[in-house]
Each structure stands twice: as structure tokens, then as C-alpha cells.
């Protein structure tokens, strides 16, 4: 059985281990691997497929030969003692690293009740278990994952068009700081020709992340020595623009500043062909603002990727109104290449992603000022799903990038921001985080972080500044209005983004959540999360908190319209009654057979 959750990781051992570990982490097996683990019967070429199935089928019938004879097989099982024995480690791993979750346990038993009590046995108690899993909420919100992501590259207007993505071939990359070497990485991952832009400093540092990427998965097993010398070979270091009279594509990472980026796209118009796609890394800037010295706005398009960029699987394709569509669907082409999952969103500060993540430490912010303990809501938060909480977060993306990013916020929806001291007092004191072993955590040589008792002076000295009081309401808060105080501001920021046509779909908003933020899949994503809760609920308790706490919480008309029709966010869960009643089929049939 699928879980879609990636849980853990087992002691890597043969046998009931493995099976266990596959199960638990969804682990893909490619044939020839299943076949020596006795998970299939045989492998056979895909011209053979069709006739041996055939044969297979009518031995089946005249038994001449047994039906799923891997069922029977017992030759890759541990002795009956030290099989349970991994059924508890197995147990207490599930338990320790998906504590949310119930399916995972329900697994351990079905394969428990197959090895003591044997195959039968198992697959009834599978086919059992199957009706109370099939319609628990964990069930619905993985479904509702699964055909959202493959749900993103279709873009109404843009993918229905009939339009062809043109060849990619060779990439430039401007900036080689840590996004424009993770940037390099993936294309040349992906077999693209790369060429690495910046000054004599940058560009060194660049191509030595790159080849440190590139010898991580050597190390690791990912990659032969002949594969990283060829990929390598792929990269090449320019100072000028003298080499991108060829390019297909230029992808823009440098700093977030206007004026150097205006200046770079001036150069690029000059130096690229005239159908050269002229995208920009930026994560917070208008793109009208960036080209708008250019002669080119209908090839300038934001190719967002989230950082390291060579591992995050999200690519938030941005297009302004002059975007032409090849552009977009030449974008889109390039992210499933590079294995990325491509969200399209429309043009602002911010676009979607952090658009709507932006009310999420600000909201932490003001729980902190009004009283609430800060080390509790970051190990609520993390209880609750997330990799990490608010306060971490800011601590390991550095406090350079979390109060430049703020105050854009700030400056472009100044009714709807808390404008919190807290960050920019520990920045003031060189606290920036864990690059510096001092931020909101203390960290020690392995970057382990520890609550500091000396924060205490700083969340004072923000709250005299803000000018605001204990509440004590929120000093001893209870999880469940942490999470809500935390996460519906981003929702309701999520409607604003859906209002204004920023987003296609709140769908593309629960892949950007789950893929760009960690926000749990196993609750659906952000927009479906709020949908089991109800608009109505989430718009009575935000209405509640911006009478006590101001506008920072006050309800977009979007979610007021929405709460007061009974309309849900996410509209429809695709597919998902057909497909259930499909495996529903699969699995009586499997039984019966037995």
C-alpha cells in the first residue's frame, strides 16, 4: 500500500527491513530490483509483456502454475522472533518521526498479521484495514496532493493554445552566489550546456559549489566519477556576455536589488539572441519594475526557485500581462526537465509563494509581543508538521534576507503587516542567525539550536517599542490557537492572491505550501487544510482576533464572501471518488481471488 508520507528511514537491512522501509517512504524500485527482492514474479521486455501475461494467465487458470507466488514465498523473512522485534523498531521509528499519522502503524500490523499468520490472513486484514483508511482525512488530502501537482502544469489560456515548447539547449546563468550554483546544478543535472556568469571572486566560488554539489552525490552513491566529469564538463565561466550570442535562455540570480537587476536586463537585451527567454531568480521584486528598460517585456518571466535550488523540487514561474504564452510554456518545459514541479503565477510583490507566506512570522511576531512564549510556538508549529517553526526558519534563512523581505511587505500592504522590532534588534546586535551561532537560537559547533535565555531582553524591548501590552490570554495559549493564530493570516493572504488572479488555482497555492514551505502533504496543503475547517470558522475566528489585536488579522472580502456562502476554498477533490471506487475494485477482486 502507497503512504505518500515519507516518514522515516529503517535500518537499510535485507528482507522484512527493506520491505518495511519501502513501505514507509514510498521508495520507488525500478524491475530487475523488485524481482531480486521477491516483489514481482518475473521481468519481461516490454514487447514480451502482452503474450507473457497471456501465458501466464491461462496457467493461472488450468493451475498449472500458482497465483502471485511471491505471496508464498517465506525465503526473505527473518526467524518469527527477530521479526518482531523489527516490527517494534519499525513501530517506535513511525511513532518518533510521523507522530500525526496513523497509517503508517496500520501498515506495520497488516504485514505483521501476514507473517504470523500468513498471507490470507494479511491480505484480509488489508482489505479490512482498507474501508477505514479509504475515507480518513489523511486518505483525501494525499489524493488531493497527488493530482494538484500534476495539476500545475496546465494553465488555462497559456497550455490549451496547441503550442509547442521550443528546444532549451543552452543556459546562462548571471550570479554566482549560492542560488546561481544551485541553479547551474540542476540544468547541468539535467544535461543542459550552462554558462556561469560573474566577477573573478563570484565566479570561482560558483563553480566550486557546483562541483561540491556534483561530489555530494558522488559520495553518496548518486553518481559514478565518469558521470560528475561529464557533467562538469557541461559548466563553463564567463566574466562577459561575449558568450551569450547563442543562448536559448538567461536566468538572472543575483541580490535583490533593483537597480542592478534593471541594469543587467538592459545588457542582457543587448547581448542575447532575440529569442532568448530573459528570466530573473528574484523572490520578492515586480518584474514590470526589473524590465522596465528593456524594449522585451514579452520575454521576461521569473524562474523562482527555492533554495539549495538543486534539491528544492517547487519552481514558481512568474508572468507578467506582456508574457507571451511560448515564453510560459517554454518555462514550464524547462521545469519538468530539470525535475521541478512548475506553479504559474501572475505578477506582484512577492507573487504567491511568499506573498502568502508572508503574514507567517509576522503573526508569530505578534503572538511573541502580546506574551506568548516564542520556543513554544516554534515546537507547536513544528508538532503540527512543519519541518521547522517560524522562528527557526529566520534564524537558518538569516536575518539579512527575513527583514529586507518584511519590509517590502511593509511597504506594499501596509494595512495587513506587523511591524515587529524583535528581528531587526537582534540583527542590530549581529545576530543573525545560525551562519553566526546567534539568532532567535543559540547553536553550537553542529549547529544544534538551544533556546536562549537572553532573548528574554529583546522581546521586551520590542514590546516597549511597539507600544503593546501583555495579553493574558496569550501567555499560556493553547496549541490548537497557536497553530490558528499562526496559519490563518497566511490563509486569508491566500485569498487575497486568489482574488486578485495572482494564483490559477488555490490547488497551485496547496502544491506551492507543501513543495516550497514543508507545509504538511498529509494535510493537503494550505488551502485544503483551511477547507476542513470550514471558511466560515476561519472567518469568524480572524474577525474575533482583529477586534483585539488590529488589522494585521482582519478578514479579506474574498474569505468573507466565501464564509458567508458556505463556499468552500479548494472547490472539488478531482477525481477522487472515481479513483477510490477503482482501488476499492482492485482490492475486493485481489481478496475474492484468494
Same mark, same amino acid.
Not at 479509504?134 to 488555462?156: M, Y
Not at 534576507?401 to 494595512?415: D, I, K, R, S, Y
Not at 493570516?489 to 497551485?508: F, M, S, W, Y
Given at each position: 500500500?502507497?503512504?505518500?508520507?515519507?516518514?522515516?528511514?529503517?535500518?537499510?537491512?535485507?528482507?522484512?527491513?527493506?520491505?518495511?522501509?519501502?513501505?514507509?517512504?514510498?521508495?520507488?524500485?525500478?524491475?530487475?530490483?523488485?524481482?531480486?527482492?521477491?516483489?514481482?514474479?518475473?521481468?519481461?521486455?516490454?514487447?514480451?509483456?502482452?503474450?507473457?501475461?497471456?501465458?501466464?494467465?491461462?496457467?493461472?487458470?488450468?493451475?498449472?502454475?500458482?497465483?502471485?507466488?511471491?505471496?508464498?514465498?517465506?525465503?526473505?523473512?527473518?526467524?518469527?522472533?527477530?521479526?518482531?522485534?523489527?516490527?517494534?523498531?519499525?513501530?517506535?521509528?513511525?511513532?518518533?518521526?510521523?507522530?500525526? &499519522?496513523?497509517?503508517?502503524?496500520?501498515?506495520?500490523?497488516?504485514?505483521?498479521?501476514?507473517?504470523?499468520?500468513?498471507?490470507?490472513?494479511?491480505?484480509?486484514?488489508?482489505?479490512?484495514?482498507?474501508?477505514?483508511?479509504?475515507?480518513?482525512?489523511?486518505?483525501?488530502?494525499?489524493?488531493?496532493?497527488?493530482?494538484?501537482?500534476?495539476?500545475?502544469?496546465?494553465?488555462?489560456?497559456?497550455?490549451?493554445?496547441?503550442?509547442?515548447?521550443?528546444?532549451?539547449?543552452?543556459?546562462?546563468?548571471?550570479?554566482?552566489?549560492?542560488?546561481?550554483?544551485?541553479?547551474?546544478?540542476?540544468?547541468?543535472?539535467?544535461?543542459?550546456? #550552462?554558462?556561469?556568469?560573474?566577477?573573478?571572486?563570484?565566479?570561482?566560488?560558483?563553480?566550486?559549489?557546483?562541483?561540491?554539489?556534483?561530489?555530494?552525490? #558522488?559520495?553518496?552513491?548518486?553518481?559514478?566519477?565518469?558521470?560528475?566529469?561529464?557533467?562538469?564538463?557541461?559548466?563553463?565561466?564567463?566574466?562577459?556576455?561575449?558568450?551569450?550570442?547563442?543562448?536559448?535562455?538567461?536566468?538572472?540570480?543575483?541580490?535583490?536589488?533593483?537597480? &542592478?537587476?534593471?541594469?543587467?536586463?538592459?545588457?542582457?537585451?543587448?547581448?542575447?539572441?532575440?529569442?532568448?527567454?530573459?528570466?530573473?531568480?528574484?523572490?520578492?521584486?515586480?518584474?514590470?519594475?526589473?524590465?522596465?528598460?528593456?524594449?522585451?517585456?514579452?520575454?521576461?518571466?521569473?524562474?523562482?526557485?527555492?533554495?539549495?535550488?538543486?534539491?528544492?523540487?517547487? &519552481?514558481?514561474?512568474?508572468?507578467?500581462?506582456?508574457?507571451?504564452?511560448?515564453?510560459?510554456?517554454?518555462?514550464?518545459?524547462?521545469?519538468?526537465?530539470?525535475?521541478?514541479?512548475?506553479?504559474?503565477?501572475?505578477?506582484?510583490?512577492?507573487?504567491?509563494?511568499?506573498?502568502?507566506?508572508?503574514?507567517?512570522?509576522?503573526?508569530?511576531?505578534?503572538?511573541?509581543?502580546?506574551?506568548?512564549?516564542?520556543?513554544?510556538?516554534?515546537?507547536?508549529?513544528?508538532?503540527?508538521?512543519?519541518?521547522?517553526?517560524?522562528?527557526?526558519?529566520?534564524?537558518?534563512?538569516?536575518?539579512?534576507?527575513?527583514?529586507?523581505?518584511?519590509?517590502?511587505?511593509?511597504?506594499?500592504?501596509?494595512?495587513?503587516?506587523?511591524?515587529?522590532?524583535?528581528?531587526? &534588534?537582534?540583527?542590530?546586535?549581529?545576530?543573525?542567525?545560525?551562519?553566526?551561532?546567534?539568532?532567535?537560537?543559540?547553536?553550537?559547533?553542529?549547529?544544534?539550536? !538551544?533556546?536562549?535565555?537572553?532573548?528574554?531582553?529583546?522581546?521586551?524591548?520590542?514590546?516597549?517599542?511597539?507600544?503593546?501590552?501583555?495579553?493574558?490570554?496569550? #501567555?499560556?495559549?493553547?496549541?490548537?490557537?497557536?497553530?490558528?493564530?499562526?496559519?490563518?493570516?497566511?490563509?486569508?493572504?491566500?485569498?487575497?492572491?486568489?482574488?486578485?488572479?495572482?494564483?490559477?488555482?488555490?490547488?497551485?497555492?496547496?502544491?506551492?505550501?507543501?513543495?516550497?514551505?514543508?507545509?504538511?502533504?498529509?494535510?493537503?496543503?494550505?488551502?485544503?487544510?483551511?477547507?476542513?475547517?470550514?471558511?466560515?470558522?476561519?472567518? !469568524?475566528?480572524?474577525?474575533?482576533?482583529?477586534?483585539?489585536?488590529?488589522?494585521?488579522?482582519?478578514?479579506?472580502?474574498?474569505?468573507?464572501?466565501?464564509?458567508?456562502?458556505?463556499?468552500?476554498?479548494?472547490?472539488?477533490?478531482?477525481?477522487?471518488?472515481?479513483?477510490?471506487?477503482?482501488?476499492?475494485?482492485?482490492?475486493?477482486?485481489?481478496?475474492?481471488?484468494?
Amino acid at each position: 500500500m502507497y503512504t505518500g508520507s515519507g516518514t522515516q528511514r529503517l535500518p537499510r537491512l535485507v528482507g522484512l527491513s527493506k520491505s518495511l522501509e519501502m513501505m514507509l517512504t514510498s521508495k520507488l524500485v525500478k524491475g530487475e530490483e523488485a524481482l531480486g527482492l521477491g516483489l514481482v514474479d518475473a521481468v519481461v521486455s516490454p514487447n514480451e509483456l502482452v503474450a507473457t501475461a497471456r501465458q501466464w494467465a491461462l496457467d493461472i487458470l488450468e493451475r498449472r502454475r500458482p497465483w502471485v507466488a511471491s505471496l508464498y514465498r517465506t525465503d526473505k523473512l527473518e526467524p518469527l522472533g527477530e521479526a518482531r522485534e523489527i516490527f517494534k523498531s519499525a513501530r517506535a521509528h513511525t511513532k518518533k518521526q510521523a507522530p500525526n &499519522l496513523t497509517h503508517p502503524l496500520v501498515y506495520i500490523d497488516i504485514v505483521e498479521e501476514g507473517v504470523v499468520s500468513g498471507p490470507l490472513a494479511g491480505l484480509w486484514k488489508e482489505a479490512e484495514a482498507f474501508q477505514g483508511l479509504l475515507h480518513a482525512d489523511t486518505c483525501k488530502s494525499l489524493i488531493h496532493i497527488f493530482f494538484a501537482q500534476r495539476g500545475t502544469s496546465k494553465v488555462p489560456g497559456i497550455t490549451d493554445r496547441g503550442l509547442m515548447p521550443r528546444q532549451v539547449r543552452k543556459v546562462a546563468v548571471v550570479g554566482g552566489g549560492l542560488m546561481g550554483s544551485g541553479i547551474a546544478t540542476a540544468l547541468v543535472l539535467s544535461n543542459c550546456s #550552462v554558462i556561469l556568469k560573474g566577477n573573478d571572486k563570484s565566479l570561482q566560488a560558483g563553480i566550486g559549489r557546483v562541483k561540491a554539489n556534483l561530489q555530494s552525490r #558522488v559520495k553518496k552513491g548518486n553518481m559514478t566519477q565518469e558521470k560528475f566529469e561529464k557533467t562538469m564538463s557541461l559548466l563553463k565561466g564567463v566574466r562577459d556576455y561575449e558568450s551569450f550570442k547563442d543562448v536559448d535562455m538567461v536566468i538572472e540570480a543575483v541580490i535583490e536589488n533593483v537597480l &542592478l537587476k534593471q541594469q543587467i536586463f538592459v545588457d542582457l537585451e543587448r547581448s542575447c539572441p532575440p529569442h532568448c527567454i530573459l528570466a530573473t531568480n528574484t523572490s520578492t521584486i515586480d518584474l514590470n519594475l526589473i524590465g522596465e528598460k528593456t524594449r522585451s517585456q514579452d520575454r521576461i518571466i521569473g524562474a523562482h526557485f527555492f533554495s539549495p535550488a538543486h534539491v528544492m523540487p517547487l &519552481l514558481e514561474i512568474v508572468r507578467t500581462q506582456h508574457t507571451s504564452p511560448q515564453v510560459i510554456v517554454d518555462l514550464l518545459h524547462v521545469g519538468k526537465k530539470i525535475k521541478k514541479t512548475p506553479v504559474v503565477v501572475g505578477n506582484c510583490t512577492g507573487f504567491a509563494f511568499n506573498r502568502m507566506f508572508f503574514p507567517y512570522t509576522m503573526a508569530a511576531m505578534l503572538l511573541v509581543e502580546h506574551g506568548a512564549n516564542l520556543y513554544q510556538i516554534d515546537k507547536v508549529i513544528t508538532k503540527f508538521g512543519m519541518p521547522m517553526g517560524p522562528f527557526r526558519l529566520v534564524d537558518l534563512i538569516g536575518f539579512g534576507v527575513a527583514v529586507a523581505t518584511g519590509l517590502q511587505f511593509v511597504q506594499n500592504f501596509p494595512e495587513r503587516t506587523y511591524k515587529s522590532m524583535l528581528a531587526p &534588534l537582534l540583527q542590530e546586535d549581529k545576530r543573525l542567525g545560525e551562519a553566526t551561532r546567534k539568532g532567535f537560537y543559540l547553536y553550537d559547533e553542529r549547529r544544534k539550536a !538551544s533556546p536562549d535565555p537572553e532573548l528574554k531582553k529583546y522581546v521586551e524591548k520590542a514590546r516597549s517599542i511597539s507600544g503593546v501590552s501583555i495579553d493574558p490570554k496569550l #501567555v499560556k495559549l493553547p496549541e490548537k490557537d497557536i497553530v490558528e493564530m499562526t496559519f490563518f493570516p497566511v490563509v486569508n493572504e491566500a485569498c487575497q492572491v486568489l482574488d486578485e488572479g495572482i494564483a490559477v488555482k488555490a490547488a497551485d497555492l496547496d502544491i506551492a505550501s507543501v513543495m516550497g514551505m514543508g507545509f504538511p502533504p498529509y494535510r493537503g496543503g494550505i488551502m485544503f487544510w483551511a477547507d476542513s475547517l470550514g471558511s466560515e470558522y476561519i472567518y !469568524s475566528r480572524l474577525e474575533e482576533w482583529s477586534l483585539l489585536y488590529g488589522g494585521f488579522f482582519k478578514p479579506c472580502a474574498y474569505l468573507a464572501n466565501r464564509a458567508a456562502k458556505g463556499i468552500p476554498l479548494v472547490r472539488n477533490l478531482i477525481f477522487y471518488n472515481s479513483r477510490v471506487m477503482y482501488a476499492q475494485t482492485l482490492l475486493i477482486r485481489r481478496v475474492a481471488i484468494s
